[in-house]
């Protein structure tokens, strides 16, 4: 129950799109310019805000008893969780030693800081109270796609990011 208390007052650690926000400055600075300060230094507030991120998928997983998927706010949350994991794991099993280094995590941190900035600012419409789960999520195989339809949207808005940026570099002479 402490937990719980702790968790709402602390806005489902929904501020934890400053750290992605800050992360991305840096990331920007290492990309374009390639400065390997910028770049690490953008690594390592990448990583603390993902830090922050799973521990409140955890802990929200923890107080419900249950994978946090059962409304839009868990979905949001858990889908650029879930997008950030792959980023930070195909950056370090393979692109930290290519010229695609920084771009998946520098696509990661815009859309879970634009997930978390929804989370945060819109409460109305993503309501972040901890509920039952509703019972047309008790079929294991609708769960499953439930999740798999939240990641891959995720995957998604982070490709779209990342097309983006590379779209922007053609357009502007690299």
């Not at 934890?16 to 290492?30: A, D, N, Q």
């Not at 868990?74 to 930290?96: D, I, P, Q």
């Not at 609708?142 to 939240?150: A, C, F, G, K, Q």
Request: aromatic letters at 18%; a positive charge.
């Amino acid at each position: 129950l402490a937990g719980q208390i702790w968790y709402f007052e602390a806005d489902q650690l929904s501020r934890g799109w400053l750290l992605y926000m800050f992360s991305i400055i840096f990331l920007l600075l290492g990309v374009v310019y390639r400065w390997k300060w910028a770049m690490w230094t953008g690594f390592a507030i990448f990583f603390a805000a993902f830090g922050v991120q799973t521990f409140a998928v955890g802990l929200r997983w923890w107080i419900s008893g249950r994978w946090p998927n059962s409304n839009m706010f868990e979905a949001v949350t858990t889908a650029s969780w879930f997008g950030v994991l792959c980023a930070a794991f195909l950056e370090v099993a393979w692109l930290r030693k290519t010229a695609f280094r920084g771009l998946l995590p520098l696509g990661a941190a815009v859309t879970a800081m634009v997930a978390l900035m929804t989370a945060n600012f819109l409460p109305v419409y993503l309501n972040p109270n901890i509920s039952n789960m509703m019972p047309v999520l008790h079929d294991v195989w609708l769960y499953i796609h439930t999740s798999v339809v939240v990641v891959g949207g995720g995957l998604v808005v982070m490709g779209a990011v990342t097309a983006t940026l590379y779209v922007a570099y053609r357009l502007f002479g690299g």
